[in-house]
């Protein structure tokens, strides 16, 4: 006679049978130092100009492309898996990234100020005005696009050239994407094959600007030396249309974040009251409770409602303005307030009138008369 005996196997929580296990947010290490001081070599771009312009502290007249830089290897290049880590700018609050950690040549390590990280979707710099390494933008872009940038235009497209084919279109793509995902998320890549030429598209435009850094004069699987760009203005209407409208949905969330949410229902609600759209919460209210319509004492109507707020928004623009700290969405919101209660004919919030000042000395009505 055999007996059986069941076992109960207790699976806790937040697993699945056949599922991998979650994996732990991985913890940064102090970032490590790239090179040695001293270790990279500089060398000056051979003169081939006539003239000495002491404006731009370079030779003009010569070759277009004279910088030296431009058509030598760089020597070093950024591994963001093993590069990456704390440094100092993440105890001292510095939101702007390393220039010479995204080249590959970083001598300070975790002592550097600036940021050994790559941009993500939480990126916020404090200047629109200047990229992710605080170099100043420009109004316009440089003859051979390259440079800093313009702060007048957000470009998230990288212009890739000199770069050695030896498949298909198909192929190329594979190879430029598989060195170009390092540095961020990628939108599309666009490659015209036979040209040497790819137009690399990130979804962010901070991960563009750590890209041409880190990718300027480096080479893919064939030993070449990349030429990175910005990339021009995309022609095709549809490209326009779908980035204009990207655009502005950014500016609606941005705008909308920065709003106080009660005067945002407020606006909403009395737009619907202009429109004759739905009914007032009070209306509403008073329905659910049974009155038929009839007046409760602790009921406040609708317009009573909007004078209220306005009056709250009213005392924190006073006392913001006795700060020094008057913000424009608060005069917005009292303008429109003014606007609709003048439409609607609802009696503005009385004021009190400031206590008068009493006099600093005698008036001439104080003294009397020698007549009388």
Not at 107 to 128: F, I, V
Not at 219 to 246: C, F, G, H, M, Y
Not at 347 to 357: E, G, I, S
């Amino acid at each position: 006679m055999s007996t059986e005996t069941e076992t109960a196997i207790v699976i806790p929580e937040g697993y699945a049978v056949g599922a991998p296990k979650p994996k732990k947010p991985k913890k940064l290490k102090p970032a490590r130092k790239q090179v040695k001081p001293g270790q990279v070599e500089k060398k000056e771009a051979p003169q081939t100009g006539q003239v000495y312009n002491i404006w731009y502290n370079k030779w003009a007249g010569g070759d277009r492309e004279d910088n030296y830089s431009n058509k030598t290897k760089s020597q070093t290049r950024c591994n963001i898996h093993k590069d990456a880590g704390l440094t100092r700018a993440n105890t001292t609050g510095m939101k702007y990234y390393c220039l010479f950690f995204a080249r590959g040549c970083c001598p300070y390590g975790w002592e550097c100020e600036y940021l050994h990280l790559l941009p993500d979707e939480t990126t916020e710099l404090p200047d629109n005005s200047k990229d992710v390494f605080a170099r100043d933008k420009f109004a316009d872009y440089r003859d051979d696009m390259g440079g800093v940038g313009s702060f007048q235009r957000q470009n998230r497209t990288l212009y890739i050239g000199r770069i050695k084919e030896t498949g298909t279109g198909v192929e190329t793509e594979e190879v430029v994407r598989r060195h170009f995902r390092e540095w961020g998320e990628i939108e599309k890549i666009r490659v015209l094959q036979y040209r040497s030429v790819a137009f690399v598209t990130y979804a962010l435009e901070q991960n563009a600007q750590f890209a041409k850094e880190s990718m300027a004069c480096q080479s893919l699987d064939n030993d070449e030396i990349l030429n990175v760009r910005w990339a021009t203005e995309d022609p095709n209407p549809t490209s326009k249309v779908s980035e204009k409208r990207r655009l502005e949905e950014i500016g609606q969330k941005a705008i909308q974040e920065k709003m106080d949410p009660r005067i945002v229902d407020a606006m909403r609600a009395m737009r619907a009251l202009e429109d004759g759209d739905g009914e007032p919460e009070t209306k509403r209210r008073r329905l659910e409770n049974g009155s038929d319509g009839e007046e409760n004492e602790e009921d406040i109507d609708y317009e009573q409602e909007a004078v209220i707020l306005q009056a709250e928004a009213e005392a924190e623009a006073q006392q913001q303005k006795a700060s020094g700290l008057l913000s424009s969405d608060t005069l917005e919101s009292l303008k429109y307030f003014a606007q609709i209660q003048k439409q609607n004919g609802v009696a503005p919030v009385a004021k009190r009138p400031p206590p008068a000042a009493a006099p600093a000395g005698l008036g001439l009505g104080d003294y009397d008369s020698d007549d009388e």
